[in-house]
Each structure stands twice: as structure tokens, then as C-alpha cells.
């Protein structure tokens, strides 16, 4: 009698395992699903959800209405409840006038999201394949800055881009400037953490071949890349587009950003409540969008780069 093991049909060497089905209660590597996990993931997105639909429900009603009753009550008693648009037809045909607010920040949050993404990416790149002197110092310190908090820096900042130093403070560029500086440390050690994981083979290849620095960087880096520089841009984009300081102080009246006309919408004895509401949602569209649309890269971009030092 031959010694031979019995091997199920489908089972067998260079044969992949049946997948789980949908609904069976495991996940893609095979897991079970937790329970606990499932439950504790709802009632963590009701809680987050919950101030959202409020700043919704408030929005479509009228100042009287809203300080008279609870957002709840509306949706508990929708007939009886004072319903109307006229509080977004203010934020755009009133005073307010935040179309042109929306249009300024995205003139300031599509450069100030692009530039420091760009440098960060060449420093990462040197920091990650490169062999040049005082190499760890130099990603140490840049490190060490995140540290240091923006708000420090305003008053040097005022006087270096005022009328007494560069003179653009009031201007696009100035902001810019400002979000490149602040962006690029954080940019630069997610960046080169992602690119530290990268396959050396591929760079020692590039090089036996001849190819240059900017070769390599330009047609293999940034395209092996894509997941941890579409996250940072996806930060950066809605740091950027609800950063107040840096446009309350270093841009004018004429081209101010959405987020601060929205801080001017509440007067100094609450006039203007009813506009609040319907600016805070008319500022969340583009932030929204973006994320949505690049969210499969936002989870895989920073884990990747938080994985190897």
C-alpha cells in the first residue's frame, strides 16, 4: 500500500484558497469579523455625525425658529417647524458675498497644497537615497520643527513680509509662502519614512542602467509614490482651506478666504447666527470632495510610511 496523502479537490499546490464570501461574517485575510469592533466603529460615527446633522437641520431654519426649539425637535416634528433656503441665499447674495470668499481659497489652497509637496518630495528623496554630510542632523532638525508651534513665528513673519520687509503681506504669494514653510516638515518625514520603503533594487537598477537622480526620481519615485503624496496633498488641501489665522493676518479685506468671512458672519451680539450655519456647509463641499475622491489613498499612503523608520 503506497504511502500518499489524500488532497481535497481545489486544494492542492499552486491552488488559492476560496475567497470568503460576501456576508459570511469574515473578512478578506480570512479573520472573523469582532463584534465588539463593529459596534464600538457605529457608535463612534454616530457620535461624530450627530453636531454635523444638527449644523444641517439648522441651516434650513429660520433664526426665530432655531432659538425657540432644539435641531431634534425639527426632526421630530417636521410639519410644525419653520423650513427655508433663505439662509444660503444670504451667504451668497447678502453682505456675506462668500462666492468670491470660495473662489480665494481655492486660489490660495490648490498652490499652498501643490508647492510643498513638490520640495518635500525632492528633500525626501535626498534624505532617503542620497549620501551627503550631516545627512541625520539635518532630517533631526527638520523633525524638531514640527515641534515648534506656527502661532510663534507671526509676529518675525509680520515684519519680514510687511511694508518694512518684502512688502507682499496682503497678497497670494505671501500665503503661500507661508503654508510651504509650515507644510514641508511634516511632508518631508512622511514622504521619505514611504520612500525608505521602496525597494532598493529598484534605485540600484536605475543606476546600473545610467540613469540620473532626476531620472529616477521623476519615472520611478513619484510614480511608486503616488499613495503617500496623494495623503499628504489630502492633509494639506484641508489644513490649508481651514487655516484662519494665516488668512486673517496676511491677506486683505478684497481677497480673504471663506473661512474667515465665515468668522465675520457672527457679529459681536450674535446677528448673523442664521448665516453661520449654511456658510459652515457651503465651506465643507470642496474639503468634502477632495477626501472623498482621494480616500483610498489616505489610509494606505500613512501606514505605509509610518511602517519603517
Do not use: C
Not at 446633522?53 to 425657540?68: K, P, Q, W
Not at 456658510?279 to 509610518?306: E, K, W
Request: charged share 10%; glycine share 8%; no cysteine.
Amino acid at each position: 500500500m503506497s504511502d500518499q496523502t489524500m488532497v481535497a479537490p481545489g486544494t492542492g499546490p499552486g491552488v488559492e484558497a476560496p475567497k470568503p464570501r460576501r456576508g459570511s461574517g469574515l473578512m478578506a485575510d480570512g479573520r472573523r469579523r469582532s463584534p465588539v469592533a463593529i459596534i464600538t466603529m457605529v457608535l463612534l460615527a454616530l457620535l461624530w455625525t450627530v453636531p454635523t446633522l444638527g449644523l444641517l437641520v439648522t441651516s434650513f431654519r429660520t433664526r426665530e425658529d432655531a432659538a425657540a426649539t432644539g435641531w431634534w425637535d425639527a426632526l421630530l416634528h417636521p410639519i410644525e417647524s419653520s423650513w427655508t433656503f433663505a439662509n444660503y441665499e444670504g451667504v451668497f447674495t447678502g453682505t456675506a458675498d462668500m462666492g468670491s470668499g470660495f473662489v480665494n481659497s481655492i486660489l490660495v489652497a490648490i498652490p499652498a497644497t501643490v508647492i510643498p509637496i513638490m520640495f518635500a518630495a525632492f528633500a525626501a528623496y535626498a534624505f532617503a537615497f542620497m549620501d551627503f554630510r550631516f545627512k541625520d542632523l539635518f532630517f533631526i532638525a527638520i523633525v524638531a520643527v514640527m515641534v515648534v508651534p506656527i502661532q510663534v513665528a507671526f509676529s518675525p513673519l509680520l515684519d519680514i513680509l510687511g511694508p518694512r520687509g518684502l512688502g507682499i503681506s496682503g497678497e497670494y504669494i505671501a500665503v503661500w509662502l507661508l503654508h510651504t514653510g509650515f507644510g514641508m516638515p511634516l511632508a518631508i518625514y512622511v514622504l521619505r519614512n514611504y520612500m525608505a520603503t521602496l525597494p532598493k533594487t529598484v534605485i540600484e537598477s536605475a543606476k546600473i542602467d545610467g540613469a540620473s537622480h532626476y531620472q529616477t526620481f521623476w519615472r520611478l519615485i513619484v510614480p511608486m509614490s503616488v499613495p503617500a503624496l496623494a495623503a499628504f496633498a489630502i492633509l494639506q488641501f484641508i489644513w490649508v482651506w481651514n487655516d484662519l489665522l494665516i488668512a486673517k493676518l496676511f491677506l486683505s479685506q478684497d481677497n480673504t478666504t471663506v473661512i474667515v468671512q465665515l468668522q465675520q458672519l457672527l457679529g459681536t451680539q450674535g446677528q448673523g447666527q442664521e448665516l453661520l450655519t449654511a456658510g459652515a456647509f457651503v465651506s465643507m463641499v470642496l474639503p468634502m470632495l477632495v477626501f472623498f475622491t482621494m480616500q483610498r489613498f489616505f489610509v494606505r499612503g500613512l501606514t505605509a510610511g509610518a511602517v519603517k523608520g
